[in-house]
């Protein structure tokens, strides 16, 4: 699970940046500064999440099906709240309204509240 962990981790890594890149040079030209700003945002929580799971993937302490648990947290999280954020910061280059699809940002956010609650929720419950 660690080395899916610590992938997953990279992937998301590695996302962030070539997203941060699009959105600072292709996007910036396209985009006013709200809606910039908005797909930065997507970008800083995917990269804040995608350290967590190195973390996570690297810690020894954590069991493993609390490290399940919170890598399913964070990656539906992510998908769903960076995911929504990128499409409707950019809604307005599409004819499709992502706007529809805006329910999902809450849940994404409310599921990576969950992540760290499960971390959280581990370490009070660990017998030192």
């Not at 030209?29 to 996570?56: D, P």
């Amino acid at each position: 699970m660690d080395k899916k962990i610590i992938s997953t981790g990279a992937i998301f890594g590695m996302l962030a940046i070539i997203l941060g890149a699009f959105g600072a040079h292709a996007l910036k030209k396209v985009l006013s500064l709200e809606e910039l700003a908005t797909f930065e945002t997507g970008v800083k929580y995917q990269m804040y999440h995608a350290l967590f799971l190195l973390f996570i993937g690297l810690a020894s302490g954590i069991s493993e099906k609390t490290k399940k648990t919170i890598y399913y947290l964070v990656v539906v999280g992510v998908l769903f709240f960076s995911g929504s954020i990128y499409l409707l910061a950019t809604n307005s280059l599409t004819t499709f309204d992502f706007k529809t699809i805006g329910f999902v940002t809450p849940i994404g956010g409310l599921l990576l509240i969950l992540a760290w609650g499960a971390l959280l929720l581990h370490y009070f419950n660990k017998k030192s």
